[in-house]
């Protein structure tokens, strides 16, 4: 039995659908212009999308389509030639590439249409993108191989690889909560906007790869000082690249960057206060409040070398000087990771 182009089509959407999004090969340079297919980014007939979009199972109206279709397509357009270009770089996968297609024509979507407030005409973009993407993907496994090895010829006879320059990362969440488990997505780009394949290190281990959906539990990175007080910070997202030839140096030099989420801070009642101690022993009760919720955070006071008791509670706290009072550093240390230390302000007393 003959199949007719509607239902080719169908079934190249059901295999694509079922396709698993991994990433293999690494980009290595750019993309020759000769080696960009030229027969990629078509534009499907409408009446091939609501057929496509009815397959699937999707509640995307005829009448939304119609009235939507050419403006989404011609918008369309500039991300799917950057996804011409991403299959003809030397070692980028059809999956990657897809990716990124998708990436740029869902954030289309969500230029013009609100998710927040847009409702029903937001999701119906996202739908008709998901549609348009898989309708590409169809295409383009003979185009892919066909690039591929044109770009891989231009390569390897043009000799040594220069370094390419830095990418433009993207890492998204930006400020992940501490302790939640998340899902991170770490984007790159090179100077025309398009897509650069690399590898993912967070907090010194392998994640994954850029565009690549990688779980992350957040947690601050520690380093402690002589005196054993305890410093937070972001830890650090590495973009990098594996030569661009074996042997040779990375295709570009390594990116460095960190999550914007902050330590949170406390707010110390100190009873009696400071100011009223004096030189010798003091009885002091101490109790941490969240400095935004205002709510008790549970910790220790802690001194060089040891600690001296539980927050809340009236430890013994001893001053060299009362006014102003100096002694040995104390300070609040959170049981929970995600809270910076605090200091009680007592100075060191000046020697002679």
């Given at each position: 039995m003959s199949l007719g182009p509607a239902a080719r089509f169908a079934i190249a959407v059901r295999l694509s659908l079922l396709a698993v999004l991994s990433v293999t090969g690494v980009t290595l340079g750019a993309a020759p212009s000769e080696c960009v297919p030229e027969r990629i980014c078509r534009r499907p007939e409408v009446s091939a999308l609501l057929q496509t979009a009815t397959l699937l199972g999707t509640d995307l109206k005829e009448d939304w389509i119609e009235q939507y279709a050419p403006m989404l397509l011609q918008r369309f357009s500039r991300p799917c030639k950057s996804y011409a270009r991403c299959l003809a770089v030397w070692g980028n996968s059809i999956e990657f590439c897809q990716a990124n297609l998708k990436h740029e024509i869902f954030a289309e979507c969500d230029s013009l249409?609100?998710?927040?407030?847009?409702?029903?005409?937001?999701?119906?973009?996202?739908?008709?993108?998901n549609i348009y993407s898989i309708a590409q993907a169809s295409d383009s496994e003979a185009v892919s191989k066909e690039a591929q090895a044109c770009s891989r010829a231009k390569s390897e006879a043009a000799g040594p690889v220069a370094r390419r320059p830095q990418p433009r990362v993207v890492v998204e969440p930006k400020a992940p909560?501490?302790?939640?488990?998340?899902?991170?997505?770490?984007?790159?780009?090179?100077?025309?906007?398009?897509?650069?394949?690399?590898?993912?290190?967070?907090?010194?281990?392998?994640?994954g790869r850029t565009f690549t959906p990688m779980p992350y539990g957040f947690s601050f990175d520690k380093s402690w000082d002589d005196e054993g007080r305890t410093t937070l910070t972001p830890p650090a997202v590495v973009v990098y690249a594996p030569p661009a030839r074996p042997g040779g140096p990375p295709a570009f030099e390594p990116v460095t960057m960190s999550f914007e989420t902050r330590p949170r801070t406390v707010r110390l009642e100190v009873t009696p206060p400071v100011e009223r101690w004096k030189k010798g022993s003091n009885r002091v009760r101490v109790v941490a409040v969240d400095a935004v919720s205002g709510t008790e955070v549970q910790g220790r006071l802690k001194t060089i070398g040891g600690m001296l008791g539980p927050s809340g509670a009236t430890v013994e706290i001893r001053l060299e000087k009362g006014t102003p009072p100096c002694g040995a550093p104390v300070w609040f240390a959170a049981d929970q990771g995600s809270y910076a230390e605090a200091d009680l302000g007592i100075s060191r007393c000046a020697t002679r």
């Open positions: 249409f609100d998710r927040a407030t847009a409702g029903q005409d937001a999701y119906s973009c996202r739908t008709f993108a909560r501490p302790g939640d488990d998340t899902t991170v997505i770490v984007r790159s780009f090179d100077g025309d906007g398009d897509p650069v394949m690399a590898l993912v290190r967070i907090a010194g281990v392998e994640r």
